[in-house]
């Protein structure tokens, strides 16, 4: 997937600012050091006359929320930042999820935490109405590709 995440707030893991590329946004100065660096001066800096505009949890109007579709709908629309969740499962794989349960958001029931990746994997992701959809979990390392 070419370029994803100007800035991603994560609920359980901890990721350097420069492992995150964005390159939907426009080069750094030499002073910026990272991606999210450049984005936080533009969140308060006032006077750069910009909008920048967050995708929640991706756009997530007709696929799931922190889905790949969901990061690829938002870079195609342009926004500058895409917001993700992030939880650790029970064997230690960070995988896109806002929810500390699975219910709402997959076909499977229980925490996330006592889940193993190898049970999670193969959990369908469903829309904001309920629908089920073939978008799959996806872990951390997935989105960042």
């Given at each position: 997937m070419a370029g994803i995440l100007g800035l991603?707030?994560?609920?359980?893991?901890?990721?350097?600012?420069d492992a995150v590329r964005a390159e939907v946004m426009p080069p750094?100065?030499?002073?910026?050091?990272c991606r999210a660096d450049h984005i936080r001066s533009l969140l308060f800096e006032r006077s750069t006359?910009?909008?920048?505009?967050?995708?929640h949890r991706g756009?997530?109007?007709?696929?799931?929320?922190?889905?790949?579709?969901?990061?690829?709908?938002?870079i195609a629309l342009g926004v500058s930042v895409v917001e993700?969740?992030?939880?650790?499962?029970a064997?230690?794989?960070y995988v896109l999820m806002h929810d500390s349960t699975l219910e709402r958001?997959?076909?499977?029931?229980?925490?996330?935490?006592?889940?193993?990746?190898?049970?999670?994997?193969?959990a369908r992701l469903r829309r904001n109405d309920g629908t089920l959809t073939g978008e799959r979990v996806p872990t951390l390392a997935e989105a960042f590709d």
């Open positions: 991603a707030l994560l609920t359980a893991a901890s990721v350097q600012a750094l100065s030499a002073v910026q050091t006359g910009r909008i920048l505009v967050v995708a756009v997530h109007d007709t696929v799931p929320e922190n889905s790949i579709a969901g990061i690829e709908r938002a993700i969740d992030v939880r650790r499962t064997d230690g794989q958001t997959t076909d499977r029931s229980g925490r996330i935490r006592d889940t193993r990746w190898t049970d999670l994997r193969s």
